[in-house]
């Protein structure tokens, strides 16, 4: 099992979480609830541990390297 994919995706995954998590908010903050703060709290920290899975080292991914490197940023993927 591969640790480094699994917390790449679970990464994006709080992403999708803290973004959904922005809806609540937002109608808590039109409709005056101070409950809304709890929601942005852990939108935030979903944000946080998110962005500490979901970040990648250039220099670990073995498909940007050498002439495979190249071919996929002139097919646009990178």
């Known amino acids: 099992m591969n640790k480094k ?4 995706y679970l990464g994006h995954t709080l992403y999708f979480q803290a973004l959904f998590l922005m809806v609540p908010f937002a109608v808590g903050l039109i409709y005056g609830e101070s409950v809304a703060f709890y929601y942005f709290s852990t ?12 970040r990648k080292n250039r220099r670990t ?4 390297r050498g ?3 190249y071919a996929w940023r ?3 993927f990178c």
């Open 67 to 69: 002439r495979a490197s």
């Open 61 to 64: 991914a073995p498909f940007l």
């Open 74 to 76: 002139q097919a646009g």
């Open 5 to 8: 994919i699994i917390t790449y």
């Open 43 to 54: 939108a935030l920290g979903c944000l946080l541990v998110g962005y500490i899975f979901a």
